[in-house]
């Protein structure tokens, strides 16, 4: 259920209306707009008494949401949702008109390694640096990351070089601290419907990256978001990665069709993975290219400066050269359907 209030409405018959909803045991959730606010309404079993709701002053209307994603959806939120993520050297906008380019290794290995690449990649433009402390891997023998020493690695990047820093958290035990050293808070594909964990995170105030899990179907995907955003953090980005098919040619199928099937029903920004997507390195290119013509609002990059000594996903990462050229034509692309590059 969704409550449009009129254009005029004050802040505090938006207060009223939310009181009224949360009287009712029901949770409310403003969503400000361009021209006006709406509340969604959520924790409804059934349907909501209309009448209460559209008596009360400024409201507009009640509308039923009939989708079973309700706060993702774009008939919650018109608009394009834009992502303020703060970096030691101010916001970085990602959706709408704003392209975010992440980049940075699979996973934090050493101190000299993290430097070596934010250093390229931040001459490169780049404003947000990724990498894993805590690596959800397929084999328990391979590297699993360095923990909170990885953290704590990603913390001096961060300084050394004012990158905001993208991480992944992979359990619950691990979610406060990474959100502790974060800027954005990454939900990886093998969580993507780890529900006490998507819960958890829509709890913190962090942004979180969504990827999509391997075999998701888009309505998953956005019922996933959906988790964060009802617990009332609302700063999330999805994140095509890839998924399974009996395609042998490459380690995941990219879905690049998924960005606008995304942008048609929600309003939540999406980036594209072509680094899992395809899991080589000549396809990262070509891949991004098409990502960014296709409206997706970003890029998830793995670069590495010694990729065949990575201890994961080095046949994947490109190295800062590739990234340089990424950067430049990646740039221009955005400029063909009106977009630009943070
Ligand atoms: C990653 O980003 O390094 C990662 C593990 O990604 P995914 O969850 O998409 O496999
Ligand atoms: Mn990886």
Redesign the pocket.
């Known amino acids: 259920m969704l409550v449009v209030m009129q254009s005029h409405a004050t802040e505090e018959q938006v207060r009223a209306v939310c009181e009224r909803i949360e009287s009712l045991g029901l949770k409310a959730h403003p969503i400000p707009g361009t021209a006006r606010t709406a509340i969604g309404i959520t924790g409804n079993q059934g349907a909501v008494d209309l009448g209460v709701l559209e008596s009360l002053p400024g409201v507009i209307e009640c509308i039923p949401v009939s989708k079973p994603y309700k706060l993702v959806s774009r008939d919650t939120k018109e608009e394009d949702t834009v992502l303020r993520i703060a970096t030691p050297k101010g916001e970085v906008l990602i959706g709408g008109e704003h392209i975010g380019l992440v980049a940075g290794p699979?996973?934090v290995e050493t101190e000299g390694q993290c430097m070596a690449i934010a250093e390229r990649v931040a001459r490169a433009g780049c404003r947000l640096f990724?990498g894993?402390a805590y690596?959800?891997r397929t084999s328990p023998y391979s590297f699993q990351g360095l923990g909170e020493a990885g953290l704590k690695i990603l913390a001096k990047v961060r300084e050394k070089h004012g990158l905001g820093i993208i991480t992944?958290a992979i359990d619950n035990e691990s979610l406060d601290l990474v959100a502790e050293y974060a800027d954005v808070i990454?939900i990886?594909?093998?969580?993507m419907q780890n529900f006490s964990l998507l819960k958890r995170a829509g709890r913190s105030r962090k942004p979180v990256l969504l990827?999509?899990g391997?075999s998701a179907t888009l309505d998953e995907f956005l019922m996933a978001a959906e988790y964060i955003l009802s617990e009332g953090n609302y700063q999330v980005m999805l994140?095509e990665?890839?998924v399974r098919t009996f395609s042998d040619f490459s380690r995941n199928t990219l879905d690049l069709a998924v960005v606008p099937a995304v942008k048609k029903r929600s309003h939540l920004p999406i980036l594209v993975?072509p680094?899992?997507g395809t899991g080589k390195r000549h396809k990262v290119l070509p891949l991004s290219r098409a990502a960014i013509a296709v409206g997706a609002d970003g890029l998830?990059v793995?670069v590495h400066h010694e990729p065949d000594k990575a201890l994961?996903?080095g046949m994947q990462s490109i190295v800062p050269e590739e990234f340089e050229l990424l950067t430049e034509e990646v740039r221009q692309i955005a400029t063909v359907v009106r977009r630009h590059l943070n």
Do not use: I, T, W
């Open positions: 699979c996973a990724r894993g690596k959800p992944e990454q990886g594909a093998r969580n990827k999509r391997m994140c990665r890839g993975d680094s899992h998830l793995e994961s996903d």
